[in-house]
């Protein structure tokens, strides 16, 4: 596994705002190059702003996480700007806020499970073959998916979701473990970005800063565990 020093080949989903963001700022800056993704890379902005103060070291390309046609025509790219990825980082996500017992829409609950679910377990599929003996894989999650933790009817396409990426998690570890690569569930914990909101306890610098410092230090042994952002484990 490679050194919090040596630079490493990374892939961010959802990385045009937020933790996402967040992650390529700090990997940028360590030296590592980065494959920045997006579902609308024309309008990602601060990610372009980077391109041009990092030249040659990220790459922005599309990828919309709940629609698997986007995971293929990625993994075609994926060889013509990396030879390789170290690690894959699985941030996208989405929370319908708002939602009631009785009134919970059957599209938002379809478009968490295709975005928080299915999405990071079929896109680290298709990648797997371009993931290098030892990479690390790291499903951003949520203590709102912890089915232990429960305690009240609070944002369920979001928390069956998340369950379900948990379950994501512990499946590709096994289907990884011969290879080497590592699969960890992270809660980043609550964090000031759009989702989050302005009254979070966590800013992006002090999560991303932590869960990288995870990253970093995880084994074999700690693949299919879930972690939050300063390493302690969580109740599935
Ligand atoms: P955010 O500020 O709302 O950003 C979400 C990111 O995911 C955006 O880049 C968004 O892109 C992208 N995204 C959403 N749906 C997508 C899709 N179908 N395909 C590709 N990208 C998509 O949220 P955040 O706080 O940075 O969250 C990042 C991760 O941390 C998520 O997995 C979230 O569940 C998790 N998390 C966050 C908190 C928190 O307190 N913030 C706590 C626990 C877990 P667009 O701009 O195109 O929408």
Redesign the pocket.
Known sequence: MPTASAPRRTLV?????????EFVRQLLARGDHVVA????PGRAHALNQLVGEHPGRLHVLP?????PKTHAELAREIPLVVDGLDLLIN?????HSGERFGQVPPAQLD?SL???AS?PFLLTQTLAAHLVDGATVAN?????GSIASTSGFHTPS?AIS?AAQNMATVLLAQALAERGIAVLAL??????????GVG?Q?T?AQSVGGLLSVIDAATLADSGRFLDWQGQPLPW
């Open positions: 989903t959802g990385a045009n705002r937020g933790l996402g963001l993704t997006s579902r609308h990828l919309d996480a709940a629609d941030n996208a996500g989405v929370l478009d295709r975005t928080n999405g951003v999650s949520s203590v709102l979001y998340k809660h980043p914990g609550w964090v000031q970005t759009d989702m989050g979070a966590v992006p």
